[in-house]
Nanobody
Framework: QVQLVESGGGVVQAGGSLRLSCAAS????????MGWYRQAPGKQRYLVAH???????NYADSVKGRFTISRDNAKNTVYLQMNSLKPEDTAVYYCTADVIVHSSGSSTRGWGQGTQVTVSS
């Protein structure tokens, strides 16, 4: 199985910046896409940003122009640069990776454990 570990979360004042990172490890695999979801208390989890193996990206309307997703394929790592943070960005952020496991040829989506981002007014 593929393990995903997020880092970079924390507390920041409104207008500040954070960069989240997520590294994939485990069995031999190929990553086809990676992304970031977030979930605030009492709200649904939704996709914030997504990036394909060809580095094509998309973003939720709520973060366009402020967040940037990128990846380092050699390191099996995805990043989320978050600028101009707002209190409504406060949530647990989850990393995902869509992978093909070489041993089985199966495709699966892995999830990280989540990292808390808190933006104060």
């Amino acid at each position: 199985q593929v393990q995903l570990v997020e880092s970079g979360g924390g507390v920041v004042q409104a207008g500040g910046s954070l960069r989240l990172s997520c590294a994939a490890s485990g069995s031999t695999f190929s990553i086809t896409a990676m992304g970031w979801y977030r979930q605030a208390p009492g709200k649904q989890r939704y996709l914030v940003a997504h990036i394909t193996s060809g580095s094509s990206t998309n973003y939720a309307d709520s973060v366009k122009g402020r967040f940037t997703i990128s990846r380092d394929n050699a390191k099996n790592t995805v990043y989320l640069q978050m600028n101009s943070l707002k209190p409504e960005d406060t949530a647990v952020y989850y990393c995902t990776a869509d992978v093909i496991v070489h041993s089985s040829g199966s495709s699966t989506r892995g999830w990280g454990q989540g990292t808390q981002v808190t933006v104060s007014s």
